[in-house]
């Protein structure tokens, strides 16, 4: 989505307020494949921003170690794809932060458009957000880790997605899927 007029997007992966599988809010755990492959996920679908959300030190460190290995140390010449993909990538505390950094360095703060594995009632399908894709604007994509995003983050919303419906009622894709498979129908060339 790179012509004239086209939305920007850019993309969190929220590791806090996420629910676990009891349904309490908790802090999910950041895993180094996320890290890797959503950057290149992002990458391939010229995604602005990659930003993983965690208030938990270690586990941003542990980004950090990552992006900085693969960004500015051996890994940079060991593998120059990876430290592409992994140039977008940033560590934030929240998602506010992430859509305060988007506003402080685009100008405008950007819409908030939340994944969900559940359908809401006011759940948009794929065709009328690539729609509102076309008027141009910043959107940030919100996925969640664990079971799922914080309910108050799908009630702050400008956006939900619709989920995506498997053949036989199954619904519990990796994040990394599910984010290739969004990416795709939201911003492949092809219907």
Known sequence: MSEE???KIHLALVHFPV???TGEVVASSVTTLDVHDISRICRTFAV??????????????LVARII???VDGYGAEYNPTRKEALLSCKV???VDEAAK?????????PQIVVTDAKNFPQSVGYKEMRSE???GGHFLLL???GWGLEKNLANSADYILNPIDGLDGFNHLPVRAAIAIILDRLLSKTE
């Open 68 to 70: 900085g290995h693969w």
């Open 92 to 94: 934030i505390d929240t």
């Open 19 to 21: 629910y676990n599988k």
């Open 5 to 7: 007029g086209s939305a």
């Open 101 to 109: 950094d988007i506003e402080k360095r685009y100008g405008i703060a």
């Open 133 to 135: 894709f076309q008027k």
């Open 48 to 61: 602005e921003n990659f930003y993983v959300s965690t208030p938990l030190q270690t586990q941003k460190e």
């Open 143 to 145: 996925f969640g880790t």
